[in-house]
């Protein structure tokens, strides 16, 4: 059994914080590769150390001098060493090389990068195991995109050489020879990189909540946490607004059939949730989790014997594609067509479209709505439990919320409803209150 464990800049803001982590790797010896962020947040208004680079990356790209930003940034690593009681062990080399390197040649990558190789090495010296820097084992193909091939080959073979390591996240090589980052957040995607390439049974992901809730803890106070959710759940609820992981991380681990298990640092005895491609696990709940977003648009296409006219779909939609709009959900009726998009990227172009569509389908009219909210209702127990949809309205309804749209995905893995963008909390709470407040009672 190994295990591939990423923790989350939160989890590694402070000596404390390191101190956490290292019980919940000597606690387990199957914990074998570490895959640690930058120092995040010590507390809510402090700034994650990747901001900081990032600051002084910008400055120093405009010829400042960044001696002070530096100095702030050396102190969050001097006080975990000084916390860890690290002795003989210092990053003053590695700050007079990034010194230099934002003085002679400001690279942004190299620059952000650089919260996560320092605190890799911080912890490979607290955790007296092996250091291996990502540049030498991660690398980019020449569109920025993951080398998958390279990466496993070399990955692969570092890996079985060390029973254990520590490979700082979020960054590689890139095919220009020079280090190059994931997007935000992409120590998630490096321990999936790692999970795979060392055929790991387990890629857990540590961070500051007890896996993945309900729905989002700012609309319901106290959302249940889940135990199991599937991939595909997953990204439905992802694709809602629902933030759990990178989306990249998902990939490497799913198509090894590794299971990522989202557990938290500060309660390590809570058993987090368990993302999996598939499971009998009967959920608790007919629904897994709700999310949604608000600032939609609707376009409410009509034309009389649009049933039965051939080809009207697609010349509806290449107005849309002409104006390069991608659209979310496509309800239709006999005679009608609703098409729902981001308000953001439809606003400025809304009369380019509607004339595109008038003149590429004829229709007999285009009213557009604005201020729609969307709400996804997912779970895997809904294509097994009768009378879900009948719930989910009746529950909109005893609170008079007017429901503008509803889409039933083919999969019956999710139910997304439209209402108006000012009764988006309300709806969360009362779907909340349904689904599993009351079922909580009955039991
Ligand atoms: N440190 C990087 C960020 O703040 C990457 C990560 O934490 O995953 O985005």
Redesign the pocket.
């Known amino acids: 059994m190994s295990k591939v464990v990423k923790f989350?800049?939160s989890s590694l803001a402070s000596a404390e914080q390191f101190k956490k982590v290292a019980a919940i790797i000597h606690a387990d010896e199957s914990r074998a590769y570490v895959i640690p962020?930058?120092p995040?947040r010590r507390f809510s208004d402090d700034t994650?150390?990747?901001?900081m680079l990032l600051g002084a990356y910008a400055a120093a790209a405009e010829g400042k001098d960044v001696t002070e930003q530096l100095a702030a940034i050396k102190a969050r690593y001097d006080e975990i060493i000084a916390g860890l009681e690290l002795k003989d062990f210092n990053l003053d080399a590695d700050f007079a090389e990034i010194a230099e390197q934002l003085k002679t040649e400001p690279a942004r990558d190299y620059t952000?990068s650089r919260?996560?190789y320092l605190n890799g090495k911080v912890m490979a010296a607290y955790l007296g195991i092996p250091f291996i820097d990502a540049k030498d084992v991660i690398f980019f193909n020449d569109e920025g995109n993951l080398n998958t091939y390279k990466t496993d080959k070399v990955l692969g073979a570092a890996l079985a050489e060390l029973p254990r390591a520590v490979i700082p996240?979020?960054y590689g090589l890139g095919k220009d020879g020079k280090v190059k980052?994931?997007?935000?957040?992409?120590?998630?995607v490096?321990g999936s990189i790692v999970a795979a390439a060392a055929h790991a049974d387990i890629y857990e992901n540590w961070t500051d909540v007890s896996g993945c809730l309900v729905c989002d803890p700012r609309l319901v106070e106290n959302p249940k946490p889940i135990k199991y959710i599937t991939y595909r759940e997953l990204r439905e609820l992802s694709y809602m607004g629902a933030s759990v992981l990178?989306e990249d991380a998902i990939f490497p681990v799913r198509h090894s059939g590794i299971p990522i298990n989202i557990r938290n640092t500060n309660r390590p005895e809570d058993p987090g949730t368990w993302i999996v491609e598939s499971t009998c696990q009967k959920p608790d709940y007919v629904i897994t989790g709700i999310a949604g977003r608000k600032g939609f648009c609707a376009m409410l296409i009509t034309k009389g014997m649009m049933n039965s006219e051939i080809g009207f779909g697609r010349r509806v939609l290449q107005g849309l594609e002409e104006n390069d709009i991608s659209f979310e959900h496509m309800p239709s009726g006999i005679d009608t067509m609703t098409i729902v998009v981001h308000e953001d990227e439809f606003l400025e172009k809304e009369q380019r479209v509607v004339s595109a569509i008038h003149r590429l389908a004829n229709p007999d009219s285009i009213e557009i709505e604005s201020d729609l909210a969307l709400i996804a209702v997912v779970g895997r127990g809904m294509r097994s439990a009768s009378g879900t949809a009948g719930k989910l309205f009746s529950a909109l309804a005893e609170k008079k919320i007017n429901v503008r749209m509803i889409d039933q995905g083919s999969s019956e893995l999710n139910i997304i409803i439209g209402v108006e963008n000012k009764d988006f909390e309300l709806a969360i709470k009362a779907i909340y209150e349904k689904f599993i407040t009351a079922e909580d009672a009955k039991k």
């Open positions: 989350g800049g962020s930058a995040g994650k150390v990747t901001d952000a919260g996560e996240g979020f980052t994931f997007s935000r957040g992409g120590s998630d490096t990178h």
